[in-house]
């Protein structure tokens, strides 16, 4: 059993309204910002747990979970304190600035407004198209279904955290202009304010992002695909072609995005894609580079609630390689250095509150799809320019 751990549970007076004494042989509480952490070893004979704990678990102000342990079954068990205002007119501002970037770069895509000299929204010598927000509103095919993967990526996070009581922000969008992303935005994010209990947290609120993106961006992608139209005459360019003003960028396949071209154009050598393509190809872009395992990326998260041991080695490989790539599509160097920068130069990981409790084998499943998704929606060579 841990040390540190205490005989004498909080009473209602110290603000608890659920005594648990009773049922437990020993437990400690840590206090933090945002909520008390009771991690509390549980009596054999009511370890099931027994009727009568599940209905003193009923009435506990919080969440709770069980996590099987060498010295027996834990409850750990969290108290929100009073939650902080957010700044939720900061977030609606920013997802509108995001949905408008995203829909002109969808117009760009649609061909509805030209856009030929990316500078020119700098310098003011932008020409604005007549009709600009019926040409504007034809790019909503890109950006609705763009958005709605990065939202629901960001809510798989936001709703596990939510659903163990952690401190977290909604999440932030980054509108950016055309240039140099050409897709309006650089994402989205949210921000946890409180150290994780433990490694099921960790891993529960890294894997759930990239999942629920996964499930949005494949129906958009395969629909996408069925809209498209092979493209003969492209010459030795193969693969999902992207017209943009007078250019003509080749999006690299991943295995989803291969099977998914085949699929709907069989042997085609070159296939034309419009919006909503392009959004779902995105979508799986995003996936791809999150469950990369370096670093505070979903997939650094993951790996190291699942394997803490081998995350400093597996994540310097991944950056290795990642740079290695770099010969094939430049930015895996502009990638490769944000992780760096944000790691601090070390590609590491923080610590959780607790590092000793085991990752439930529940797990086990979670973790392979991860695995697998970072498998199929790998593109080495995300972008080319036709030229």
Do not use: K
């Amino acid at each position: 059993m841990r040390e540190s751990y205490s005989r004498v549970l909080p009473t209602a007076s110290q603000g608890y309204a659920v005594d648990l004494s009773a049922f437990l042989v020993a437990w400690r509480t840590t206090s933090l910002p945002d909520r008390e952490v009771v991690d509390a070893l549980v009596h054999p004979v009511h370890g099931r747990p027994s009727p009568a704990l599940a209905a003193v678990l009923g009435r506990w102000p919080g969440s709770y979970y069980w996590s099987d342990e060498p010295d027996g079954r834990h409850l750990v068990l969290t108290r929100p304190l009073a939650r902080r205002r957010e700044r939720w007119g900061l977030h609606v501002a920013l997802f509108l600035a995001t949905l408008l970037t995203t829909t002109f770069a969808g117009a760009v895509v649609a061909g509805t407004i030209p856009f030929d000299d990316p500078l020119s929204l700098f310098t003011g010598s932008y020409p604005l198209p007549p009709h600009l927000v019926r040409a504007w509103a034809a790019g909503l095919s890109f950006s609705l279904p763009l958005l709605a993967i990065l939202l629901c990526h960001e809510l798989g996070h936001y709703l596990a955290a939510r659903l163990y009581d952690v401190d977290v922000s909604p999440p932030y969008f980054i509108p950016v202009p055309l240039f140099p992303t050409f897709i309006g935005t650089m994402g989205a994010f949210i921000r946890l304010r409180s150290i994780l209990n433990d490694r099921r947290q960790l891993f529960d609120i890294g894997v759930w992002g990239p999942i629920a993106g996964f499930l949005v961006a494949l129906p958009v992608l395969l629909l996408g695909l069925a809209q498209s139209h092979a493209a003969p005459g492209h010459g030795a360019a193969t693969g999902l072609l992207l017209p943009m003003g007078t250019q003509t960028w080749i999006l690299g396949d991943s295995p989803v995005t291969f099977i998914a071209r085949h699929l709907f154009h069989g042997g085609a050598q070159a296939v034309i894609v419009g919006p909503l393509a392009f959004a779902g190809w995105v979508g799986m872009f995003v996936t791809m580079l999150n469950l990369l395992p370096m670093g505070q990326l979903d997939g650094g998260h993951i790996l190291y609630a699942r394997l803490p041991q081998w995350h400093q080695r597996v994540a310097l490989g991944f950056w290795l390689v990642v740079i290695a790539l770099g010969s094939l599509w430049f930015g895996w160097y502009i990638w490769g250095g944000l992780v760096l920068l944000l790691s601090r130069g070390r590609l590491g990981h923080p610590p959780v509150l607790d590092t000793l409790r085991p990752l439930p084998p529940s797990r086990v499943r979670a973790w392979w799809t991860a695995v697998a998704l970072l498998a199929v929606t790998f593109a080495p060579a995300p972008l080319t320019l036709l030229g």
